[in-house]
């Protein structure tokens, strides 16, 4: 199986920094990696797929990059409403562990 | 459009079995591959299985082989998940999530609210 993982686990911001999370994968993936947040006590949300794609009805301070085996998800302005974790994963499977974004 | 509705909250002695629904009310369901994902508390996500729109195929994460079953009832739209022998460690969220299929987006896009399954003696 391929193995995912993101970096860091917990990372503290303030509202308005620029924030990346990254995953990197055991062996090449191609471009079939997708970003999810979740909150507390809710399903994962969608965010982008094939590595840079932009889900529908997300806000484009969010983007994605990357191909093969390493790729990045950016918050370009960090929001409140962005305060989460957030899961990368390979082509409709394995998840990385996770990535908890604070506020500082 | 496809939404998924889950069962109910579950609690279970180790040892058991439980089994969990996931039924949609769209009438392309029948369509979609259908997905499984656990959440410890705590912990991160950790993808289960699938199973195909017949039902006819399914692949099972190593973690879980031997040990889950997931099954399709397409006269219902109802997929569901079986696992056995339970453990402490199985208490978790269990979650449905499928993919638009013709969207081709390899990733997750809908999920159902996720079931409680609490394993204690």
């Known amino acids: 199986d391929i193995q995912m993982t993101q970096s860091p686990s917990t990372l503290s911001a303030s509202v308005g920094d620029r924030v990346t999370i990254t995953c990197r994968a055991s062996?090449?993936?191609?471009?079939?990696l997708a970003w999810y947040q979740q909150k507390p006590g809710k399903a994962p949300k969608l965010l982008i797929y094939?590595?840079?794609t932009l889900e529908s009805g997300v806000p484009s301070r969010f983007s994605g990059s990357g191909s093969g085996t390493e790729f990045t998800l950016t918050i370009s302005s960090l929001q409140p409403d962005d305060f989460a974790t957030y899961y990368c994963q390979q082509y409709n499977s394995y998840f990385g562990g996770g990535t908890k974004v604070e506020i500082k | 459009q496809v939404h998924l509705v889950q069962s109910g909250p579950e609690v279970k002695r180790p040892g058991a079995s439980v089994k969990v629904s996931c039924r949609s009310s769209?009438?392309?369901?029948?369509?979609?591959?259908v997905h499984w994902v656990r959440q410890a508390p705590g912990q991160g996500l950790e993808w289960m299985g699938i199973i195909t729109p017949s039902g006819g195929f399914t692949s099972y994460a190593q973690n879980f082989q031997g040990r889950v079953s997931v099954t399709r009832d397409t006269s219902t739209s109802t997929v569901y998940m079986e696992l056995s022998s339970l453990r402490f460690e199985d208490t978790a969220i269990y979650f449905c999530?499928?993919?638009?299929?013709?969207?081709?987006?390899?990733?997750?896009?809908?999920w159902g609210q996720g079931t409680m399954v609490t394993v204690s003696s």
């Open positions: 062996q090449s993936i191609g471009s079939w």
């Open positions: 769209g009438s392309t369901f029948n369509t979609y591959y």
């Open positions: 999530a499928t993919s638009t299929p013709e969207a081709d987006k390899g990733a997750f896009d809908i």
């Open positions: 094939k590595a840079s």
